[in-house]
């Protein structure tokens, strides 16, 4: 019994570790000492390389015209599938700050891409859709303008502490029409800063004059800097934080390097600060997605050992629900199951099919005289030795109510079931189990009827055969062994069927 017990604790254990499990994305996990110190020193070495940049920002270099398509592919690569990301995780949190995010990298790959088309010398030597010389300074002011803003939008959305876990969502309203809604905002902010940049390119003022930035350039610049340190700002006093907290420090961490190096220092396009500017907006836009990425993988890798343990709860259960809690030998339900199957083989392949019943001979005279517990050891005796006589793994022995066990003998004939059940009622007759319980408790003995399967036979025909062998057993006086059909037994103990029994 306390064997069953504990594998019903275990069970127990490893159905709560299923249902409990923590599902965290970073958007709604409290960051650790781990992601901090990741993050940490993330930003401090974007820190150390922009330091060591920065007094060469102005040095010219050779323009490459072929570096803005390289960039601009992978901007747009890396904020699409972000966005992506955090949509997927919008569709099971139901998070407004994640929806708002997932909107600012939309928005960022949809800018950069607009961006590409107005660049003078990527499509065309003054780009695209009427675009004039100031069209891409203002495309790309309103980018990393729009940008600080979504994460401050964020900051304020972001409820103050982080939800530790997922669970089911109360909410039935599909999150894909919020979705669908927040693209079309995004798309439709992108095509109204593009209209601003190209149908009014005529009366922008002058931000780049050929490829130096102008004063006024460098006034809106810091500003746009000055924005995106605020939004750092608002990010780190919005405690405590979350793993996605941090990791968008990090990310405006890098955004400043990027505006520093490729708007600031630098005297315009093509020199190493504009270059390296556009490298750490790559890094900057590359950041997130790797940590979502790898949230992902360890996502798999907790459902794949969640498989694993749901798995091995399912054939814990099916074994629990297969044995008897008492005797540990198979139960009725696993005895029928069972039956049917032997049977099946057995009529397929014409192969002999045994059935033997067992009954403890005066059990409930015993039960009555010596109590319920004292007939729970009784039981389980006999299990044991029933199931120590069963040899092959094919054999199987179950409890089949009550005090009458049912061995189930695959591939064997009666002459052989009945030399097993008589080896049986031996074993029952001299178990030395009972020898702790002393001489006021008689020895038990069983009464057995063996039937082997015929062709016309169902599963209830063959159990109702071994039950009239054992009733003939138990009428001809108990502690013997009855088969039918008959057979040339001739060993003591064996008892001849009647002929009414035999056919």
């Given at each position: 019994m306390?064997?069953?017990?504990?594998?019903?604790?275990?069970?127990?254990?490893?159905?709560?570790?299923?249902?409990?499990?923590?599902?965290?994305?970073?958007?709604?996990?409290?960051?650790?000492?781990r992601?901090i110190?990741?993050?940490?020193?993330?930003?401090i070495?974007?820190?150390?390389?922009?330091?060591?940049?920065?007094p060469?920002?102005?040095?010219?270099m050779?323009?490459?015209?072929?570096?803005?398509?390289?960039?601009?592919?992978?901007?747009?690569?890396s904020?699409?599938i972000?966005?992506?990301?955090?949509?997927?995780?919008?569709t099971?949190?139901?998070?407004?700050?994640?929806?708002?995010?997932?909107?600012?990298?939309?928005?960022?790959a949809?800018?950069?891409?607009?961006?590409s088309?107005?660049?003078?010398?990527m499509?065309?030597?003054?780009?695209?859709?009427?675009?004039?010389?100031?069209?891409?300074?203002?495309?790309?002011m309103?980018?990393?303008?729009?940008?600080?803003?979504?994460?401050?939008?964020?900051?304020?959305?972001?409820?103050?502490?982080?939800?530790?876990?997922?669970t089911?969502?109360?909410s039935?309203?599909?999150?894909?029409?919020?979705?669908a809604?927040?693209?079309a905002?995004?798309?439709?902010v992108?095509?109204?800063?593009?209209?601003?940049?190209?149908?009014g390119?005529?009366?922008?003022?002058?931000?780049l004059?050929?490829?130096?930035?102008?004063?006024?350039?460098?006034?809106?610049?810091?500003?746009?800097w000055?924005?995106?340190?605020?939004?750092?700002?608002?990010?780190?006093?919005?405690?405590?934080?979350g793993?996605?907290?941090v990791?968008?420090?990090?990310v405006?961490?890098?955004?400043?390097?990027?505006?520093?190096?490729?708007?600031?220092?630098?005297?315009?396009?093509?020199?190493?600060g504009?270059?390296?500017?556009r490298i750490?907006?790559?890094?900057?836009?590359?950041?997130?997605?790797?940590?979502?990425?790898?949230?992902?993988i360890?996502h798999?890798?907790?459902l794949?050992?969640?498989?694993?343990?749901?798995?091995?709860?399912?054939?814990?259960?099916a074994?629990?629900?297969?044995?008897?809690?008492?005797?540990?030998?198979?139960n009725?339900?696993?005895?029928?199951?069972?039956?049917?199957?032997?049977?099946?083989?057995?009529?397929?392949?014409?192969?002999?099919?045994?059935?033997?019943?067992?009954?403890?001979?005066?059990f409930?005279?015993?039960?009555?005289?010596?109590?319920?517990e004292?007939?729970d050891?009784?039981?389980?005796?006999?299990?044991?030795?029933?199931?120590?006589c069963?040899?092959?793994p094919?054999?199987?022995?179950?409890r089949?109510?009550?005090?009458?066990?049912?061995?189930?003998?695959p591939d064997?004939?009666?002459?052989?079931?009945?030399?097993?059940?008589e080896?049986?009622?031996?074993?029952?007759?001299g178990?030395?189990?009972?020898?702790?319980?002393g001489?006021?408790?008689?020895r038990?003995?069983?009464?057995?009827?063996?039937?082997?399967w015929?062709?016309?036979?169902?599963?209830?025909?063959?159990?109702?055969?071994?039950?009239?062998?054992?009733?003939?057993?138990?009428g001809?006086?108990?502690?013997r062994?009855?088969?039918?059909?008959?057979?040339?037994?001739d060993?003591?103990g064996w008892?001849?069927?009647?002929?009414?029994?035999?056919?």
């Open positions: 306390s064997a069953v017990c504990w594998q019903c604790n275990e069970d127990d254990t490893m159905q709560s570790n299923l249902t409990n499990e923590r599902w965290a994305f970073v958007s709604s996990e409290p960051a650790g000492r992601e110190r990741f993050a940490l020193a993330a930003a070495l974007s820190i150390l390389v922009f330091a060591a940049i920065a060469f920002a102005r040095t010219p050779p323009q490459h015209p072929v570096f803005i398509p390289i960039y601009v592919t992978a901007l747009v690569v904020d699409l972000t966005a992506a990301l955090l949509f997927g995780q919008f099971v949190l139901r998070s407004s700050p994640v929806l708002v995010l997932a909107a600012g990298y939309l928005f960022t949809c800018i950069t891409l607009a961006y088309l107005v660049f003078p010398g499509f065309s030597a003054t780009g695209l859709l009427g675009s004039g010389p100031q069209s891409s300074s203002v495309m790309y309103i980018w990393h303008a729009g940008f600080p803003l979504v994460v401050m939008l964020y900051t304020k959305c972001r409820p103050p502490v982080p939800v530790l876990q997922v089911r969502l109360s039935r309203r599909s999150p894909y029409g919020a979705i809604c927040v693209a905002a995004v798309l439709a992108t095509w109204a800063a593009t209209l601003l940049a190209t149908a390119a005529a009366s922008l003022p002058e931000f004059r050929g490829h130096q930035t102008t004063p006024l350039g460098y006034s809106v610049l810091w500003g746009i000055l924005l995106a340190l605020s939004a750092l700002v608002v990010l780190f006093r919005r405690k405590p934080h793993v996605l907290d990791w968008l420090m990090v405006m961490t890098v955004w400043l390097c990027d505006i520093a190096l490729g708007a600031l220092l630098n005297t315009g396009r093509y020199d190493l504009w270059y390296a500017g750490y907006g790559v890094l900057a836009a590359s950041a997130l997605l790797v940590v979502l990425l790898m949230e992902d360890r798999f890798a907790r794949m050992q969640m498989s694993v343990d749901l798995r091995l709860a399912n054939q814990s259960l074994e629990v629900s297969r044995i008897d809690a008492l005797t540990q030998v198979a009725r339900r696993h005895f029928d199951e069972y039956l049917s199957e032997q049977l099946a083989v057995a009529q397929r392949h014409r192969r002999p099919l045994s059935l033997v019943l067992c009954d403890i001979d005066h409930k005279a015993f039960n009555d005289r010596y109590g319920h004292a007939g050891t009784r039981l389980k005796g006999v299990a044991s030795v029933l199931a120590a069963c040899q092959r094919s054999d199987l022995a179950a089949y109510g009550g005090e009458e066990f049912a061995i189930i003998l064997t004939d009666t002459t052989g079931a009945a030399h097993i059940a080896a049986m009622r031996k074993a029952v007759a178990f030395e189990g009972y020898a702790d319980e001489t006021v408790r008689p038990s003995t069983i009464s057995c009827g063996v039937a082997s015929q062709p016309t036979m169902t599963a209830k025909s063959l159990i109702v055969e071994a039950d009239l062998a054992l009733y003939q057993a138990k001809l006086g108990r502690n062994v009855v088969p039918l059909p008959a057979a040339s037994l060993e003591p008892v001849q069927p009647r002929s009414s029994y035999a056919s």
